[in-house]
């Protein structure tokens, strides 16, 4: 397979002693339109182009027709993302498989050049993408896929991880059940303070344009910070280890800033 536009260049040769040569002709369609060959030209027709050629020498005997078959892919595999979306927002608590769609007009796929990076680390894309253990935040998800010609295309997108409430307890609960949050009164504690705070900002929303008042804002506020303390009083005792402490942290200090229920 050629990836680049091909030079066509036909050199034609009368036998010793014979009239010389008196035209080339060739033909791009089969043989149904000949052409007389002036000079060397460009084919950048993508796909498989089977070329016909003849010389003629000036006493009028006319070759048989020869051809070859050129192959032509300049253009990288088409990709599309199934899931997740471009955009799409994920809270930490959840799972995603990557799905995509590739195709490629020419050449077709090649087999074994998958590559799949999250932001600049590869990953495997068999199974869930389990975020538990990621920031939250902007991530980039790459593919790289090449063609049996060579081409390679990139395709990207971006998500993001956010936390709620439920997904802090989901946090809380998870890291209890791997060892990151070793007592069961702490991670109980810091459970029930949570789903107060969801109930207590689901009973005082606005039902008609969805949002809290100042004074209500002011106590989750107070709560949200009685639970960072709370942290950091069972990190020192040791009830809970670095990586569940900077997880629920992260958490608590997310839904400061965005009141998620």
Do not use: C
């Amino acid at each position: 397979w050629y990836t680049n536009d091909v030079n066509i260049k036909f050199v034609a040769n009368d036998n010793e002693g014979g009239s010389g040569i008196l035209k080339t002709e060739y033909s791009l369609d089969n043989g149904v339109t000949w052409f007389n060959y002036v000079n060397q030209f460009i084919l950048n027709q993508e796909g498989e182009i089977k070329i016909l050629y003849s010389s003629t020498d000036r006493a009028g005997n006319r070759e048989e027709s020869k051809e070859i078959l050129l192959k032509i892919d300049k253009t990288g595999p088409q990709i599309y993302f199934i899931a997740p979306f471009d955009g799409e927002e994920f809270l930490r608590s959840e799972r995603f498989k990557i799905e995509y769609e590739a195709i490629d007009n020419f050449s077709g796929l090649a087999t074994n050049t998958e590559e799949i990076f999250l932001d600049d680390k590869k990953i495997n894309k068999t199974g869930l993408l389990d975020l538990f253990n990621l920031s939250l935040g902007e991530y980039k998800l790459k593919i790289n896929l090449a063609d049996i010609a060579g081409n390679v295309s990139v395709m990207q997108i971006k998500f993001t991880i956010i936390s709620s409430i439920g997904s802090a307890i989901s946090d809380l609960e998870r890291s209890y059940s791997e060892r990151i949050i070793l007592s069961d009164i702490a991670k109980d504690k810091l459970v029930r303070e949570l789903k107060w705070i969801k109930e207590f900002t689901e009973k005082h929303t606005n039902k008609i344009n969805g949002m809290l008042d100042e004074a209500f804002k002011k106590v989750i506020l107070v709560k949200y910070e009685i639970i960072l303390k709370e942290l950091e009083i069972y990190l020192k005792k040791g009830w809970i280890v670095d990586k569940g402490y900077g997880i629920i942290q992260e958490d608590i200090e997310y839904l400061i800033n965005n009141f998620y229920i």
